[in-house]
């Protein structure tokens, strides 16, 4: 369904009618594509706090402060008190003016800590400064913040966060630890020689991940319902992968995935799942259980089943997918709100043990409102308010959130664990 008031805002009549109105006025996002693989412009790299940080290696800086830029990096790791968020004031202040439509504002932060109440007070501030600076900020640019104490295992997350890849990613905190930095032989293929596996993968999001996946050179394996096998085919054959026809709710789903993958595979993502709104007052307990155990449960289940096994190889890789109505709750969805919090529950949980005991990460992306075949169904006055409800005025499309997943599945990211990413544009609903 296409947003027919964004391109009606970016006519000469339409953005005078919308600015007189006092309505949203959603700025074009800049997507990545070959022809389009970076943004246009300069990073500036600035400093508040005393740090001793070096980006160098983790950010392609540029000296001259007078010329556009398409992004600001403040470095914020070294303050330690509210003098030093003075000086956040002091470095942003004046560089966001010169920052383009479409750019990037990245706060590094440090990680908060528990013996110096000072500096847990300053570096808390700055994510209550990024989510403003979010909402403020206008024209297509997104504020982010990452927190971190090692720049080069932070650089697959700066690379992406500095990419048109990340254009509907805003408002969001991103906690990257240490660890060694495993460079792709070939950075334009980073999944090369990897095999990934996709749950319900015949279309919306899934397909998108799918792709994008497949773009990065991994081999994909597209799994969804027997029903939608044809469609799952479709999609695979146009990847040069294969498909899997399974309901991820068959107790033994693990075991078919594993049988039919004898070489095991490397990035996991679940991406299947399913509504059945009604009020709770209304809700039977088949609407119940079906959610529960497609958006849930199989996902513990067949997570458990390919981890035990070995399934997955070190260095692997597992993308849940949660859902901002898991994070802020929805009226009708009790039943999926619980299913996608859960999966945050599973992810903060089993992401330090999978890390420890199998080499493998665990992350969910937690998608807003994403132009699919699930929202053009919701009522027209619903969708648009989903829609307009964030800081990019606008619904992101399946591609950001499988943009999302590719930065997570990167062998760069071996230092993003328990995250749990929105892919919102900054939704109001919920943080
Ligand atoms: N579209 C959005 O705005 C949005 C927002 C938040 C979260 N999400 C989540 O993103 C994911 C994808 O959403 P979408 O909009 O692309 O949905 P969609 O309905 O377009 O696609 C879901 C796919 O999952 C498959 N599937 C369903 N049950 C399955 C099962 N038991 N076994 C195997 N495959 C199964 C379906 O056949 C379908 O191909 C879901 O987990 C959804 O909850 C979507």
């Not at 001259?64 to 470095?75: I, K």
């Not at 990897?194 to 497949?214: W, Y």
């Not at 529960?292 to 260095?315: I, M, Q």
């Not at 994070?327 to 999926?336: E, K, M, P, R, S």
Request: charged share 20%; aromatic share 4%; with cysteine.
């Amino acid at each position: 369904m296409a947003d027919r008031y964004l391109s009606f805002t970016g006519t000469g009549p339409g953005r005078f009618l919308t600015r007189r109105l006092g309505l949203p006025q959603p700025a074009p996002l800049i997507r990545f594509s070959p022809e389009h693989p970076a943004l246009d412009g300069d990073v500036l790299l600035l400093t508040a706090g005393k740090s001793g940080l070096d980006l160098s290696a983790a950010v392609p800086a540029s000296a001259d402060s007078s010329r556009r830029a398409a992004a600001a990096v403040l470095d914020a790791t070294g303050v330690r008190d509210t003098d030093g968020l003075a000086d956040v004031h002091a470095a942003l202040h004046p560089a966001l003016r010169t920052i383009t439509a479409g750019g990037r504002v990245i706060v590094l932060g440090a990680p908060l800590d528990a013996a110096d109440h000072h500096q847990a007070a300053a570096q808390q501030a700055l994510e209550g400064f990024t989510r403003s600076l979010g909402k403020e900020i206008g024209r297509g640019r997104t504020v982010n913040l990452v927190r971190l104490t090692d720049p080069a295992a932070a650089a697959s997350t700066l690379r992406f966060l500095l990419s048109p890849k990340s254009a509907y990613v805003s408002g969001q905190v991103i906690e990257v630890g240490a660890g060694a930095l495993t460079a792709p032989d070939d950075p334009d293929h980073p999944l090369a020689g990897r095999t990934a596996l996709v749950t319900g993968g015949a279309r919306g999001i899934g397909e998108a991940v799918a792709a994008t996946l497949a773009r990065d050179g991994a081999r994909v394996v597209v799994l969804d319902v027997p029903q939608a096998e044809a469609d799952a085919r479709r999609v695979a054959e146009r990847l040069g992968g294969s498909a899997l026809a399974l309901d991820i709710t068959a107790v033994d789903a693990g075991d078919r995935i594993a049988a039919a993958l004898p070489d095991g595979l490397d990035v996991l993502v679940h991406n299947a799942g399913i509504t059945r709104d009604r009020r709770l007052v209304n809700m039977d307990a088949g609407r119940w259980s079906q959610v529960l155990d497609v958006n849930l449960a199989s996902v513990l289940r067949t997570t458990d089943a390919l981890l035990t096994s070995g399934a997955l190889h070190p260095g692997g890789r597992i993308v849940a997918t949660a859902s901002i109505a898991g994070l802020a709750g929805n009226a009708g969805q009790t039943n999926y709100g619980a299913s996608k919090a859960g999966i945050v529950g599973l992810v903060r949980s089993l992401a330090p043990r999978a890390l420890a005991e199998h080499g493998v990460t665990v992350n969910a992306v937690a998608p807003g409102f994403i132009e699919t075949r699930m929202t053009a169904a919701v009522p027209l006055f619903i969708r648009e308010a989903g829609r307009r409800m964030n800081s990019l005025a606008q619904g992101g499309l399946p591609v950001d959130v499988a943009e999302t997943t590719a930065w997570f599945a990167h062998p760069g990211s071996g230092a993003v664990n328990g995250q749990v990413v929105r892919v919102c544009g900054q939704s109001l609903l919920g943080a």
